[in-house]
Protein backbone atom coordinates (compact mmCIF):
# COMPACT_ATOMS: atom_id res chain seq x y z
CA UNK A 1 0.00 0.00 0.00
CA UNK A 2 0.93 3.73 -0.46
CA UNK A 3 3.23 4.82 2.37
CA UNK A 4 1.17 7.55 3.75
CA UNK A 5 -1.88 4.47 4.54
CA UNK A 6 -0.95 4.64 8.05
CA UNK A 7 -1.32 7.95 8.28
CA UNK A 8 -5.33 8.46 7.24
CA UNK A 9 -6.17 5.20 9.21
CA UNK A 10 -4.25 6.47 11.99
CA UNK A 11 -6.22 10.15 11.47
CA UNK A 12 -9.91 7.86 11.44
CA UNK A 13 -8.58 5.97 14.49
CA UNK A 14 -8.21 9.84 16.17
CA UNK A 15 -11.90 10.44 15.53
CA UNK A 16 -13.36 6.99 16.74
CA UNK A 17 -10.97 7.64 20.13
CA UNK A 18 -12.25 11.03 20.95
CA UNK A 19 -15.98 9.71 20.16
CA UNK A 20 -15.18 6.58 22.41
CA UNK A 21 -13.98 8.71 25.45
CA UNK A 22 -16.95 10.69 25.31
CA UNK A 23 -17.89 14.08 27.26
CA UNK A 24 -18.57 12.26 30.56
CA UNK A 25 -14.69 11.13 30.36
CA UNK A 26 -13.80 14.77 29.77
CA UNK A 27 -15.23 15.81 32.91
CA UNK A 28 -13.87 12.89 35.09
CA UNK A 29 -10.25 13.67 34.07
CA UNK A 30 -9.92 17.18 33.17
CA UNK A 31 -8.59 18.45 29.63
CA UNK A 32 -4.98 18.03 30.12
CA UNK A 33 -5.68 14.14 30.98
CA UNK A 34 -7.93 13.84 28.18
CA UNK A 35 -5.69 15.06 25.84
CA UNK A 36 -3.06 12.54 26.64
CA UNK A 37 -5.23 9.69 26.88
CA UNK A 38 -5.97 11.02 23.03
CA UNK A 39 -2.07 11.29 22.21
CA UNK A 40 -1.74 7.85 23.66
CA UNK A 41 -4.47 6.14 22.05
CA UNK A 42 -4.08 7.59 19.07
CA UNK A 43 -0.10 6.59 19.02
CA UNK A 44 -1.01 3.28 19.77
CA UNK A 45 -3.47 3.10 16.58
CA UNK A 46 -0.95 4.82 14.44
CA UNK A 47 1.63 2.08 15.29
CA UNK A 48 -0.97 -0.93 14.60
CA UNK A 49 -1.35 0.94 11.13
CA UNK A 50 2.09 0.89 10.15
CA UNK A 51 2.55 -2.34 11.23
CA UNK A 52 -0.69 -3.44 9.29
CA UNK A 53 0.64 -1.56 6.26
CA UNK A 54 3.97 -3.09 6.61
CA UNK A 55 3.08 -6.53 6.36
CA UNK A 56 -0.40 -6.08 3.81
CA UNK A 57 0.35 -6.37 -0.23
CA UNK A 58 -0.96 -7.37 -3.18
CA UNK A 59 -0.37 -9.29 -6.17
CA UNK A 60 -2.43 -10.80 -9.73
CA UNK A 61 -1.07 -14.50 -10.25
CA UNK A 62 -3.00 -16.13 -13.32
CA UNK A 63 -6.78 -14.87 -13.22
CA UNK A 64 -6.80 -14.15 -9.52
CA UNK A 65 -5.96 -11.32 -7.25
CA UNK A 66 -3.79 -12.45 -4.02
CA UNK A 67 -4.05 -10.17 -0.77
CA UNK A 68 -1.18 -11.28 2.06
CA UNK A 69 -1.94 -9.60 5.59
CA UNK A 70 -0.83 -10.33 9.38
CA UNK A 71 2.22 -10.26 11.42
CA UNK A 72 2.14 -12.95 13.76
CA UNK A 73 -0.87 -15.41 11.82
CA UNK A 74 0.01 -14.66 8.15
CA UNK A 75 -2.95 -15.16 6.09
CA UNK A 76 -3.53 -14.77 2.02
CA UNK A 77 -6.68 -14.34 0.32
CA UNK A 78 -7.17 -15.25 -3.32
CA UNK A 79 -10.13 -14.12 -4.93
CA UNK A 80 -11.07 -15.78 -8.50
CA UNK A 81 -11.36 -12.56 -10.72
CA UNK A 82 -13.88 -14.50 -12.92
CA UNK A 83 -16.53 -14.04 -10.27
CA UNK A 84 -15.55 -10.43 -10.27
CA UNK A 85 -18.49 -8.05 -10.53
CA UNK A 86 -17.37 -4.87 -10.19
CA UNK A 87 -14.31 -2.72 -9.09
CA UNK A 88 -14.49 0.88 -7.34
CA UNK A 89 -11.96 3.94 -6.62
CA UNK A 90 -13.50 5.39 -3.99
CA UNK A 91 -11.90 8.43 -2.53
CA UNK A 92 -12.99 10.18 0.74
CA UNK A 93 -12.08 13.28 2.08
CA UNK A 94 -8.57 12.99 3.45
CA UNK A 95 -7.39 10.50 0.66
CA UNK A 96 -8.71 13.45 -1.81
CA UNK A 97 -6.77 15.89 0.34
CA UNK A 98 -3.69 13.40 0.19
CA UNK A 99 -3.67 12.32 -3.71
CA UNK A 100 -4.82 8.64 -2.74
CA UNK A 101 -7.44 6.33 -3.26
CA UNK A 102 -9.39 3.35 -1.90
CA UNK A 103 -10.17 -0.06 -4.33
CA UNK A 104 -13.06 -1.89 -3.39
CA UNK A 105 -13.66 -4.96 -5.40
CA UNK A 106 -17.47 -6.75 -5.20
CA UNK A 107 -18.03 -10.67 -6.35
CA UNK A 108 -20.61 -13.32 -7.19
CA UNK A 109 -21.55 -14.55 -3.49
CA UNK A 110 -19.53 -12.28 -1.02
CA UNK A 111 -20.70 -11.63 1.96
CA UNK A 112 -19.41 -7.99 2.32
CA UNK A 113 -16.69 -5.80 -0.30
CA UNK A 114 -13.49 -8.35 -0.95
CA UNK A 115 -10.42 -7.29 -0.42
CA UNK A 116 -10.30 -3.29 0.13
CA UNK A 117 -7.63 -2.08 -0.85
CA UNK A 118 -6.89 0.99 1.31
CA UNK A 119 -4.51 2.99 0.36
CA UNK A 120 -3.39 3.44 -3.30
CA UNK A 121 -1.74 6.30 -5.48
CA UNK A 122 -4.29 7.27 -7.83
CA UNK A 123 -2.60 6.52 -10.67
CA UNK A 124 -1.62 3.05 -9.40
CA UNK A 125 -5.31 2.56 -8.15
CA UNK A 126 -6.82 3.35 -11.72
CA UNK A 127 -4.35 0.86 -13.64
CA UNK A 128 -4.62 -1.80 -11.24
CA UNK A 129 -8.58 -1.28 -11.75
CA UNK A 130 -8.12 -1.62 -15.42
CA UNK A 131 -6.12 -4.68 -15.22
CA UNK A 132 -8.20 -6.85 -12.98
CA UNK A 133 -11.11 -5.70 -15.05
CA UNK A 134 -9.67 -6.77 -18.36
CA UNK A 135 -8.14 -10.10 -16.77
CA UNK A 136 -11.95 -10.27 -15.80
CA UNK A 137 -13.03 -10.10 -19.06
CA UNK A 138 -15.26 -6.70 -18.50
CA UNK A 139 -14.38 -3.42 -19.48
CA UNK A 140 -13.50 -0.52 -17.22
CA UNK A 141 -15.36 2.21 -15.74
CA UNK A 142 -15.16 5.53 -14.65
CA UNK A 143 -13.22 6.79 -11.75
CA UNK A 144 -13.38 9.96 -9.81
CA UNK A 145 -10.41 12.58 -11.19
CA UNK A 146 -7.57 12.48 -8.50
CA UNK A 147 -7.44 16.31 -6.49
CA UNK A 148 -6.91 19.56 -9.14
CA UNK A 149 -6.64 17.16 -12.21
CA UNK A 150 -9.21 17.84 -14.79
CA UNK A 151 -12.14 15.81 -15.17
CA UNK A 152 -12.14 12.91 -17.84
CA UNK A 153 -14.29 13.39 -20.81
CA UNK A 154 -17.62 12.39 -20.55
CA UNK A 155 -18.33 8.75 -21.55
CA UNK A 156 -20.30 7.80 -24.74
CA UNK A 157 -23.98 7.67 -23.38
CA UNK A 158 -27.13 10.54 -22.31
CA UNK A 159 -27.66 11.63 -18.94
CA UNK A 160 -31.57 10.39 -17.76
CA UNK A 161 -31.37 12.96 -14.95
CA UNK A 162 -29.61 15.23 -12.20
CA UNK A 163 -31.48 15.73 -9.21
CA UNK A 164 -31.05 19.72 -7.93
CA UNK A 165 -29.32 20.06 -4.47
CA UNK A 166 -31.81 22.39 -3.62
CA UNK A 167 -34.70 19.84 -3.83
CA UNK A 168 -32.09 17.07 -2.10
CA UNK A 169 -31.90 19.61 0.78
CA UNK A 170 -35.68 20.30 1.24
CA UNK A 171 -36.54 16.59 0.74
CA UNK A 172 -33.90 16.12 3.73
CA UNK A 173 -35.85 19.11 5.91
CA UNK A 174 -39.13 16.98 5.19
CA UNK A 175 -37.99 14.38 7.60
CA UNK A 176 -39.15 13.51 10.84
CA UNK A 177 -35.47 13.60 12.26
CA UNK A 178 -35.63 17.60 10.70
CA UNK A 179 -39.33 17.88 11.39
CA UNK A 180 -39.32 17.80 15.19
CA UNK A 181 -35.87 18.56 15.77
CA UNK A 182 -36.94 22.36 16.60
CA UNK A 183 -39.59 20.73 19.34
CA UNK A 184 -36.67 19.12 20.78
CA UNK A 185 -34.08 22.15 21.24
CA UNK A 186 -37.56 24.26 22.59
CA UNK A 187 -37.69 21.36 25.39
CA UNK A 188 -34.15 21.20 25.96
CA UNK A 189 -33.97 25.31 26.74
CA UNK A 190 -37.03 25.36 28.74
CA UNK A 191 -35.41 22.37 30.94
CA UNK A 192 -31.95 24.60 30.76
CA UNK A 193 -34.23 27.76 31.81
CA UNK A 194 -36.14 26.19 34.86
CA UNK A 195 -32.98 24.68 36.46
CA UNK A 196 -31.04 26.87 36.21
CA UNK A 197 -28.10 24.64 34.69
CA UNK A 198 -25.67 25.88 31.88
CA UNK A 199 -22.88 23.40 32.46
CA UNK A 200 -20.71 22.87 30.06
CA UNK A 201 -21.10 19.21 29.70
CA UNK A 202 -24.89 19.26 29.83
CA UNK A 203 -24.66 21.85 26.87
CA UNK A 204 -22.42 19.36 25.25
CA UNK A 205 -24.19 16.34 26.04
CA UNK A 206 -27.25 18.19 24.59
CA UNK A 207 -25.96 19.12 21.40
CA UNK A 208 -23.98 15.49 20.66
CA UNK A 209 -27.45 13.51 21.12
CA UNK A 210 -28.82 16.28 18.90
CA UNK A 211 -26.21 15.94 16.42
CA UNK A 212 -26.99 12.03 16.63
CA UNK A 213 -30.55 13.13 15.67
CA UNK A 214 -29.73 14.83 12.17
CA UNK A 215 -26.85 12.71 11.48
CA UNK A 216 -28.63 10.31 8.80
CA UNK A 217 -30.55 13.21 6.56
CA UNK A 218 -27.13 15.36 7.08
CA UNK A 219 -25.18 11.90 5.51
CA UNK A 220 -27.44 11.72 2.97
CA UNK A 221 -27.15 15.09 1.48
CA UNK A 222 -23.42 14.98 1.38
CA UNK A 223 -23.51 11.18 -0.29
CA UNK A 224 -25.90 12.43 -2.96
CA UNK A 225 -24.62 15.60 -3.45
CA UNK A 226 -24.56 16.66 -7.00
CA UNK A 227 -26.84 13.37 -7.80
CA UNK A 228 -26.91 12.24 -11.71
CA UNK A 229 -27.55 9.26 -13.53
CA UNK A 230 -26.67 8.53 -16.96
CA UNK A 231 -27.15 5.94 -19.23
CA UNK A 232 -24.52 3.92 -21.19
CA UNK A 233 -25.90 1.01 -23.72
CA UNK A 234 -27.02 -1.38 -21.18
CA UNK A 235 -24.97 -0.12 -18.27
CA UNK A 236 -26.50 2.84 -15.82
CA UNK A 237 -23.54 5.24 -14.47
CA UNK A 238 -23.81 6.95 -11.15
CA UNK A 239 -22.17 9.97 -9.74
CA UNK A 240 -22.72 10.96 -6.26
CA UNK A 241 -21.17 12.17 -3.49
CA UNK A 242 -19.82 15.49 -2.18
CA UNK A 243 -16.79 14.71 0.93
CA UNK A 244 -16.69 11.28 -0.73
CA UNK A 245 -17.09 11.22 -4.51
CA UNK A 246 -18.46 7.95 -6.40
CA UNK A 247 -18.78 6.80 -9.82
CA UNK A 248 -20.30 3.74 -9.61
CA UNK A 249 -21.62 1.28 -12.84
CA UNK A 250 -24.64 -0.76 -12.85
CA UNK A 251 -25.33 -3.19 -15.39
CA UNK A 252 -28.71 -3.64 -16.01
CA UNK A 253 -28.86 -7.03 -16.26
CA UNK A 254 -27.87 -7.21 -12.75
CA UNK A 255 -31.23 -5.53 -11.39
CA UNK A 256 -33.19 -7.54 -9.16
CA UNK A 257 -35.70 -5.04 -7.73
CA UNK A 258 -37.14 -1.35 -8.30
CA UNK A 259 -38.22 -0.21 -4.88
CA UNK A 260 -40.35 2.84 -5.14
CA UNK A 261 -40.82 4.81 -2.02
CA UNK A 262 -43.14 7.81 -0.69
CA UNK A 263 -42.65 8.93 2.40
CA UNK A 264 -45.34 11.26 4.46
CA UNK A 265 -43.72 14.55 4.20
CA UNK A 266 -42.53 14.11 0.53
CA UNK A 267 -46.29 13.64 -0.73
CA UNK A 268 -47.26 17.00 -0.37
CA UNK A 269 -44.67 18.15 -2.62
CA UNK A 270 -45.49 14.60 -5.02
CA UNK A 271 -41.96 13.76 -4.75
CA UNK A 272 -40.44 10.07 -4.72
CA UNK A 273 -37.48 7.87 -3.80
CA UNK A 274 -36.24 4.72 -6.22
CA UNK A 275 -33.99 2.52 -5.39
CA UNK A 276 -32.38 -0.52 -6.88
CA UNK A 277 -31.46 -3.85 -5.51
CA UNK A 278 -28.10 -5.05 -7.48
CA UNK A 279 -26.91 -8.77 -7.66
CA UNK A 280 -23.35 -9.25 -6.63
CA UNK A 281 -23.65 -6.23 -3.79
CA UNK A 282 -24.53 -8.05 -0.67
CA UNK A 283 -27.54 -6.73 1.44
CA UNK A 284 -24.93 -7.94 4.54
CA UNK A 285 -22.60 -4.61 3.49
CA UNK A 286 -22.68 -2.98 6.92
CA UNK A 287 -22.36 0.66 5.16
CA UNK A 288 -25.14 0.55 2.73
CA UNK A 289 -23.28 3.41 0.98
CA UNK A 290 -21.22 0.58 -0.25
CA UNK A 291 -23.87 -0.93 -2.39
CA UNK A 292 -24.88 0.94 -5.34
CA UNK A 293 -28.66 1.05 -4.85
CA UNK A 294 -29.21 4.60 -5.27
CA UNK A 295 -31.32 5.30 -8.64
CA UNK A 296 -32.95 8.62 -7.84
CA UNK A 297 -32.62 10.29 -4.12
CA UNK A 298 -35.74 12.42 -4.71
CA UNK A 299 -38.11 12.99 -7.85
CA UNK A 300 -41.25 13.66 -9.42
CA UNK A 301 -43.62 11.30 -10.48
CA UNK A 302 -42.99 11.97 -14.10
CA UNK A 303 -39.25 11.51 -13.99
CA UNK A 304 -40.07 8.25 -11.64
CA UNK A 305 -41.75 7.17 -14.59
CA UNK A 306 -38.90 8.15 -16.88
CA UNK A 307 -36.35 6.16 -14.80
CA UNK A 308 -38.14 2.98 -14.31
CA UNK A 309 -39.11 2.96 -17.76
CA UNK A 310 -34.98 3.25 -18.42
CA UNK A 311 -34.57 0.38 -16.38
CA UNK A 312 -37.27 -1.77 -16.57
CA UNK A 313 -38.05 -1.49 -20.04
CA UNK A 314 -41.88 -1.07 -20.88
CA UNK A 315 -42.58 -1.00 -17.37
CA UNK A 316 -45.44 1.98 -16.92
CA UNK A 317 -44.84 3.00 -12.78
CA UNK A 318 -48.54 4.91 -13.00
CA UNK A 319 -50.43 1.71 -14.64
CA UNK A 320 -49.17 -1.14 -12.73
CA UNK A 321 -51.92 -3.10 -11.01
CA UNK A 322 -52.33 -4.20 -7.72
CA UNK A 323 -55.33 -5.27 -5.63
CA UNK A 324 -55.82 -5.82 -1.56
CA UNK A 325 -55.73 -9.14 0.34
CA UNK A 326 -59.63 -10.13 1.13
CA UNK A 327 -61.81 -8.32 3.71
CA UNK A 328 -61.25 -11.52 5.90
CA UNK A 329 -57.36 -10.24 6.26
CA UNK A 330 -58.56 -7.10 8.30
CA UNK A 331 -58.08 -9.20 11.30
CA UNK A 332 -54.37 -9.75 10.65
CA UNK A 333 -54.66 -5.95 9.87
CA UNK A 334 -57.07 -3.10 11.06
CA UNK A 335 -55.35 -0.41 9.50
CA UNK A 336 -52.88 -1.25 6.75
CA UNK A 337 -55.30 -4.19 4.82
CA UNK A 338 -55.98 -1.54 2.15
CA UNK A 339 -52.28 -0.17 2.25
CA UNK A 340 -50.94 -3.43 1.08
CA UNK A 341 -51.76 -4.87 -2.33
CA UNK A 342 -50.05 -7.27 -5.25
CA UNK A 343 -50.49 -7.39 -8.47
CA UNK A 344 -48.73 -8.88 -11.77
CA UNK A 345 -48.08 -6.96 -14.78
CA UNK A 346 -47.16 -8.01 -18.33
CA UNK A 347 -43.09 -7.62 -17.20
CA UNK A 348 -43.18 -7.70 -13.96
CA UNK A 349 -44.48 -8.80 -9.94
CA UNK A 350 -45.82 -5.78 -8.01
CA UNK A 351 -46.15 -5.65 -4.31
CA UNK A 352 -47.09 -2.38 -2.22
CA UNK A 353 -46.92 -2.10 1.50
CA UNK A 354 -46.97 0.57 3.82
CA UNK A 355 -49.33 3.43 5.39
CA UNK A 356 -47.68 6.55 6.20
CA UNK A 357 -44.18 5.76 4.14
CA UNK A 358 -46.01 4.33 1.09
CA UNK A 359 -43.70 1.56 -0.96
CA UNK A 360 -43.60 -0.23 -4.11
CA UNK A 361 -41.49 -2.58 -5.53
CA UNK A 362 -41.18 -3.81 -8.69
CA UNK A 363 -39.65 -7.60 -9.28
CA UNK A 364 -39.01 -8.10 -12.66
CA UNK A 365 -39.98 -12.25 -13.71
CA UNK A 366 -36.76 -13.52 -15.51
CA UNK A 367 -35.03 -11.87 -12.17
CA UNK A 368 -37.21 -14.47 -9.48
CA UNK A 369 -35.23 -17.26 -7.71
CA UNK A 370 -37.74 -19.10 -6.38
CA UNK A 371 -41.19 -18.98 -4.81
CA UNK A 372 -42.20 -19.87 -1.37
CA UNK A 373 -45.84 -20.08 0.12
CA UNK A 374 -45.97 -19.25 4.02
CA UNK A 375 -48.80 -19.43 6.44
CA UNK A 376 -48.65 -18.55 10.25
CA UNK A 377 -50.79 -19.87 12.86
CA UNK A 378 -53.66 -16.86 12.46
CA UNK A 379 -52.90 -17.11 8.62
CA UNK A 380 -54.36 -20.79 9.10
CA UNK A 381 -57.43 -20.37 10.83
CA UNK A 382 -58.21 -17.55 8.51
CA UNK A 383 -57.29 -19.42 5.13
CA UNK A 384 -54.77 -17.07 4.46
CA UNK A 385 -50.86 -17.44 2.73
CA UNK A 386 -48.05 -15.01 1.80
CA UNK A 387 -46.38 -15.44 -1.38
CA UNK A 388 -42.63 -14.66 -1.25
CA UNK A 389 -40.88 -14.06 -4.92
CA UNK A 390 -37.43 -14.03 -3.94
CA UNK A 391 -34.35 -12.75 -5.94
CA UNK A 392 -30.82 -13.36 -6.21
CA UNK A 393 -30.21 -9.72 -4.15
CA UNK A 394 -31.89 -11.14 -1.39
CA UNK A 395 -34.87 -9.39 -0.33
CA UNK A 396 -37.07 -10.16 -3.60
CA UNK A 397 -41.13 -9.04 -2.75
CA UNK A 398 -44.06 -10.77 -0.73
CA UNK A 399 -47.71 -10.97 -1.02
CA UNK A 400 -49.14 -10.81 2.49
CA UNK A 401 -52.36 -12.31 3.39
CA UNK A 402 -53.59 -13.53 -0.11
CA UNK A 403 -57.00 -15.67 0.00
CA UNK A 404 -54.92 -19.63 0.44
CA UNK A 405 -56.22 -20.44 -2.82
CA UNK A 406 -55.30 -17.30 -4.54
CA UNK A 407 -51.79 -17.74 -2.78
CA UNK A 408 -51.31 -20.82 -4.85
CA UNK A 409 -52.49 -19.80 -8.14
CA UNK A 410 -50.08 -16.84 -7.57
CA UNK A 411 -47.15 -19.02 -6.70
CA UNK A 412 -48.02 -21.29 -9.82
CA UNK A 413 -48.17 -18.23 -12.44
CA UNK A 414 -45.15 -16.62 -10.92
CA UNK A 415 -43.04 -19.70 -11.25
CA UNK A 416 -44.68 -20.25 -15.05
CA UNK A 417 -43.89 -16.46 -15.96
CA UNK A 418 -40.26 -16.20 -13.97
CA UNK A 419 -39.26 -19.73 -16.03
CA UNK A 420 -40.66 -18.26 -19.33
CA UNK A 421 -38.93 -14.92 -19.24
CA UNK A 422 -35.50 -16.31 -17.77
CA UNK A 423 -35.77 -18.87 -21.21
CA UNK A 424 -36.45 -15.49 -23.23
CA UNK A 425 -33.74 -13.84 -21.66
CA UNK A 426 -31.08 -16.70 -21.87
CA UNK A 427 -31.96 -16.86 -25.86
CA UNK A 428 -31.58 -13.49 -26.48
CA UNK A 429 -28.44 -13.09 -24.65
CA UNK A 430 -27.32 -16.32 -26.94
Known amino acids: ?55 TGYHVVGRELRVHEGLIWRRTRAIPLER ?33 LAYLGVAEAVALRQRLLAVAGRAPEVVPPAAGAPPPPAPAGRRLHAVRNQDLLV ?45 QPVRRVLDDWSFRLDRDDDTLRVHNGLLETRVQTVPLHRVQTVRVTWPLLWRMKGWLRLRLEVAGYSAAEPDDRNRPDRLLPVGDARTGELIVAEVLSGVRLGALPSTPPPRRARWLRPLTRTAVGAGLDDRVFVARSGLLTRQLTVVPY ?17 RLATVHADTAGGSGAA ?32
Open 1 to 55: MHPLSPVLHGAKSLVVVIAGLSWSTLSRVGFGWFAVLVTIFAAGATVLAVVSWWN
Open 84 to 116: LQAVEVVRPLLAQLTGLAELRLEVVGGGKTEAP
Open 171 to 215: SQLLTPQAFLLPFGVAFVVAQFLSEGSWSFIAVASTITAMAGVVL
Open 366 to 382: ARIQSVRVTQGPAQRRL
Open 399 to 430: APDRDLAEAWDLAAELTARAHAARHADGSRRH
